[in-house]
Structures are given as C-alpha cells and as structure tokens.
C-alpha cells in the first residue's frame, strides 16, 4: 500500500518521519545536482559557485540586479542564470573571488523576514517549512530583546482571540487601581482609550 497519495495528517508519526527522510534526502539530492552551493539566513543568501581554477575577477560576467542573478566566464554560456526567487538589494550585494577557484556572491533581502525556497525560480524548491534558524531559541537572545520578542508574540496570539493586548491591559489594571483609590469619582460615562 503506497502512503504517497494519503493526507499527510493521518499518517502516524513514524510514518511522516520516513515521509520527511525521503523529502529531506530528494531535496539534498536536488541541491547537490545544482552548478552552485547556498545558504541563507533571514536577511541574506550565500551563493558560492566554484569556477575553473585560476580564475580571477576580469574573467568573470556576473550580473545582479533586483530580481535576477547570472554568473558566468566572458564568452561562454553563464553557470547559473534566471529570476531570483525574491528581490535584492543591489546596493548591499556584493560578490568576490575565493583561491580562483569560486565565485562568493552575497545577497541582501529586501524582505528581511522570508525564507527562500530556491536561488533561481526556475530550479528545485526546498521546504522552507523545515528551516531551523540557528537563532530562533528565545533562550539565546539577550533579556531585552527576549521580552520585546515574547511581548508581540503574545499581543498577536491576544489580538487574533480578539483579546487586549498588554498595553490595554496595563490600562485596565491601573484604571481600576485608580477607582479604587478613588471611589467617590463616577466613572460609568468615562470613556478611556
């Protein structure tokens, strides 16, 4: 009995681990077959492509623009060249030389808070779903940062149960401090906000 075709969510956990395996090592073998190497990270994507050795930047036709990206040797067919996934920030996106052997080429996000599914839009995705971002634990960052962070993630989890958010309970809790503090004060037509 073949488990391709089955909804994902009735398989047992045992099941999805094998599914996910299959996914995980297709899409390395996808990634391995492609003429270039990446990484990437909220806000960046590392693109290495390794070149003849002894290459060196005036051998090189690279092009980056907003939404494309072509790499190549002057006077041959490029190494990799398409749309880009998402857009780029030109300005900030650089490339260089590694031992004549590699071209580095540094992308900056436009939007800083996706992850990219390819380089290329032409070739094969991978499931950004997966992505463990090696500073998502809250435990790493410092204090401040942490609170800043757990405080939105629970003004958005309140605002989608359509509950107040912290700052409008930090009101309510000192509008009834003050009440009751001052309970001669008629409050009934107050209208707070």
């Not at 939404?67 to 880009?84: A, F």
């Not at 971002?133 to 405080?151: A, C, F, I, Q, W």
Request: glycine share 4%; aromatic share 4%; hydrophobic share 30%.
């Amino acid at each position: 009995m073949s488990t391709d075709n089955e909804d994902y969510s009735t398989l047992t956990p045992e099941q999805r681990e094998v599914r996910d395996k299959e996914a995980r090592l297709r899409e390395q073998q996808e990634q391995a077959a492609l003429p270039y190497s990446w990484t990437q990270e909220l806000g960046e994507v590392d693109v290495t492509v390794p070149v003849p050795q002894g290459t060196r930047g005036k051998d090189l036709a690279i092009i980056i623009d907003k939404k494309k990206l072509s790499v190549g040797l002057k006077g041959h067919e490029p190494i990799m060249s398409g749309e880009l996934c998402k857009e780029v920030k030109v300005e900030d996106s650089t490339w260089t030389v590694q031992d004549n052997k590699a071209v580095l080429i540094h992308l900056e996000k436009i939007n800083q808070q996706t992850w990219w599914e390819n380089v290329l839009t032409h070739h094969p995705k991978i499931d950004t779903k997966k992505i463990e971002p090696e500073n998502s634990k809250l435990g790493d960052l410092d204090s401040e940062t942490r609170g800043m962070v757990e405080k939105m993630m629970f003004d958005n989890q309140q605002k989608q149960l359509g509950r107040p958010t912290s700052d409008e309970l930090k009101k309510m809790e000192a509008l009834k401090k003050f009440q009751a503090a001052h309970p001669e004060l008629d409050f009934s037509k107050a209208k707070i906000s």
